[in-house]
């Protein structure tokens, strides 16, 4: 295992067992296999164990500070409180072609990949398992800033607010991607995405989606932009519920 990955490559490497921290630093990352990938290239590696770290906690990558990760997977579970993520706890990089299957849970920003994207990027990517937690929880991504495309998330996933199938939070772009997943929350439950500020494109959802307000299922809450993408899943709640969008002052168009 590595600590900090600093401009340095990582190919074909593995690692497996148990890695914990009890550090409450925000700054701190914990991975399986490197804790940050400081614009680092990690590929065709994997991590198989268990996680756990307050923040920024990742099945194989604590945190990936603009660095790129491809082809590469992770197995297990992860637990964090913050940034907790089945491949990567917070992603400011590129990932591509990589996978998780992880029991991951946490507090906010928790996915079944990615906890936190911060303007990073996802591609041809997906994450299956089940993702808990309390606040911006996702299949994929608990929180997205950055871009999403060509990927998918099948798991279960369970929180109080801001809870989507795909990502529980979007401010960025989700283009070309899916959920598969049951997605069950309180406030702001989507079958993609839970409360979406960003745009979205050519991607639907097809899971079973409760909650009790701001239920929708694609979206719990849209306030951008929704373009040829749909919904066929069952939706339940009990106020503000929609086939499509629960909520919102976003546009819907073909």
Do not use: E, P, Q
Not at 231 to 244: C, D, I, M, W
């Amino acid at each position: 295992r590595v600590g900090d990955n600093v401009n340095g490559t990582i190919s074909a490497s593995y690692a497996t067992g148990r890695v914990s921290s009890s550090s409450f630093s925000s700054n701190s990352a914990i991975g399986g296999l490197v804790g940050d990938n400081d614009k680092g290239t990690i590929s065709a590696s994997y991590a198989t164990g268990v996680v756990s770290a307050v923040s920024n906690a990742g099945g194989l990558v604590g945190h990936n500070d603009g660095g790129t990760i491809g082809t590469s997977y992770a197995t297990g579970m992860v637990s964090g409180t913050s940034n907790v993520g089945g491949l990567v706890g917070s992603n400011s990089g590129k990932i591509s072609n990589s996978y998780a299957m992880s029991v991951v849970s946490g507090t906010s920003n928790v996915g079944g990949l990615v906890g936190l994207n911060a303007h990073g990027t996802i591609s041809g990517s997906y994450a299956k398992g089940t993702v808990w937690g309390s606040n911006a929880v996702g299949g994929l991504a608990g929180s997205n800033a950055g871009m999403v495309s060509g990927s998918y998330a099948t798991g279960t996933v369970s929180g109080s607010s801001n809870v989507g199938g795909l990502g529980g939070v979007s401010s960025g772009m989700i283009s070309r991607s899916y959920a598969t997943g049951t997605v069950s929350g309180f406030v702001g439950a989507g079958g993609l995405v839970g409360s979406s500020s960003g745009t979205i494109s050519d991607s639907y959802a097809t899971g079973t989606v409760s909650g009790s307000n701001d239920v929708g299922g694609l979206a719990g809450s849209n306030a951008s932009l929704v373009s040829s993408s749909y919904a066929t899943g069952t939706v339940s709640g009990t106020s503000n519920v929609g086939g499509l969008a629960g909520s919102g002052s976003g546009t819907i168009s073909d």
